[in-house]
DNA sequence: TCTGGGGTCCTAGGACCC
DNA sequence: TCTGGGGTCCTAGGACCC
């Protein structure tokens, strides 16, 4: 059996954490540039604000309503996310993180058989050590336990499914989950189906495989199995490198000279090369992503990308790099709304494909790993930017994202900490 | 005036190999 | 006159996830 962790409206209750005046309020959570809805309390989404709206369409709505917005704080976010796994790692050995706010966990060895009662007690340790409120769904494959955490959220208590065992329970869960809710059911399938008459999951456990097949190929093989109890994406404990990495944003104001573009352009590279750097990977192809309104208005992407010679992680290679490519895409017409990196090809830094002609000999790379490593302690050290590439100037701030409702990095930086007052 | 920032997998078609 | 059968790698686009 495998269980899924998911936490509730996980970055607006992360808010909340820390600001017991607005436990009872509606808070929300907005994306980079304060630009739409990420993250909605229980209060937000009853008042019918939808995921992902832009936030200018529902200021009104906000101010009626006292709904309180933040602008996303990733660092709070991370450390939380940190925080309630080491709470997982005491309840089972194996666990698989799925992303920033959910995670699997592998059943099998646990000497408690009581699954209810294990997710029941998980639940309550996270809400009482961290404060999360948290969801548990426990079945025999993923796309099942992530049905069953759904259900979990919304009955507030842990879910077991289980075909074999409980046949019951498993249609009755099944044929109350609407089929968009299924993992892998994404906005383009869900009125396909619905169109055949197909609207909830137990509909869906019960066509057949040729069918499936026919319209969704091997993706939905594997999910009608998944559906019906076999497993066919199996529990992953190992982290899988990853295979492409992107670094961008939105800019704050539109930019049109070079100088502000080649401080966002380097800012990214630098970033690439540094998370290259921690995963110990390196990238064999590197490209630049330029985002752009036209005289007459209209709004358009270009991006240029280049192969490198031998795979690298080295931050003044890949800025210099992406500065060559930017200047290739540059045109002074156009006003410039969002910029970003992407590296792709990416192997291990440490077996990497060395080139027979290459300029740089292998000593003077031992010489520039050794600097880099230097850069990255210094950096961890004393905050991100303390030492940074020459083209990244710190006054050109015009391409900066807005961030005007950013709460306090309360957990990892000093200067931020919670205030206690006595009221003595 | 104002709409994020990451990722994955699958498929089809082209180019190429023996 | 008749023209096979088996591969790989790469890319672009689609669909999906959080």
């Known amino acids: 059996m495998i269980a899924l962790v998911d936490c509730n409206n996980f970055f607006a209750s992360c808010e909340r954490l820390f600001r017991p005046d607005i ?165 383009k399938r869900e009125p396909q189906f619905k169109q055949v008459g197909i609207r909830n999951a137990l509909q869906l456990a019960n066509v057949s495989e040729a069918w499936i097949h026919s319209k969704m190929g091997i993706t939905g093989t594997r999910m009608l199995r998944e559906l019906q109890g076999f497993t066919a994406y199996p529990f992953e404990e190992e982290k899988v490198p990853q295979k492409t990495l992107m670094a961008s944003r939105s800019f704050g104001h539109t930019v049109k000279n070079t100088h502000d573009l080649e401080a966002a352009v380097a800012t990214f590279a630098s970033q690439a090369a540094y998370r290259l750097r921690k995963h110990e990977q390196a990238a064999a192809l590197f490209g630049v992503y330029l985002k752009y309104k036209t005289k007459d208005g209209q709004i358009k992407g270009q991006s240029a990308a280049t192969r490198l010679v031998t795979s690298t992680n080295n931050t003044t290679e890949l800025v210099h790099t992406a500065l060559q490519l930017m200047y290739e895409l540059y045109d002074e017409d156009y006003g410039y709304k969002k910029a970003g990196v992407f590296a792709n ?80």
Not at 97 to 104: L, N, Q
Not at 373 to 400: C, F, L, M, V
Request: aromatic share 8%; hydrophobic share 35%; net charge neutral.
């Open 23 to 187: 436990k009872n309020l509606p808070v929300l959570v907005l994306s980079n540039n304060d630009g739409c809805v990420v993250a909605r309390s229980n209060e937000v989404k009853e008042l019918g604000i939808p995921m992902g709206v832009p936030y200018f369409k529902i200021r009104d709505i906000v101010k009626r309503n006292n709904v309180q917005c933040f602008s996303s704080n990733f660092a709070l976010y991370s450390n939380m996310s940190q925080r309630i796994l080491g709470v997982l790692e005491r309840h089972a050995p194996q666990i698989e993180v799925y992303s920033i706010d959910e995670a699997f966990m592998e059943l099998a060895q646990l000497p408690q058989q009581d699954f209810f009662k294990w997710g029941e007690a998980l639940r309550k340790e996270i809400q009482t050590d961290i404060g999360m409120p948290v969801s548990v769904g426990i079945a025999p494959t993923k796309t099942l336990a992530k049905l069953a955490s759904a259900y979990a959220k919304k009955h507030k208590q842990t879910c077991l499914i289980n075909p074999e065992s409980d046949k019951k329970s498993y249609e009755e869960i099944l044929s109350q989950t609407p089929v968009g809710h299924i993992w892998g059911v994404g906005w």
């Open 345 to 424: 090809h990416l192997s291990s830094a440490n077996v990497c494909q060395v080139d027979l002609f290459d300029a740089i000999s292998p000593d003077v790379k031992e010489k520039q790993k050794s600097f880099m490593q230097a850069i990255d302690s210094i950096n961890q050290r004393y905050g991100s930017e303390t030492i940074h590439i020459g083209s990244i100037d710190p006054g050109s701030t015009k391409w900066h994202a807005l961030k005007k409702r950013m709460s306090p990095a309360y957990t990892t930086d000093w200067n931020q900490l919670p205030e206690l007052h006595s009221l003595k």
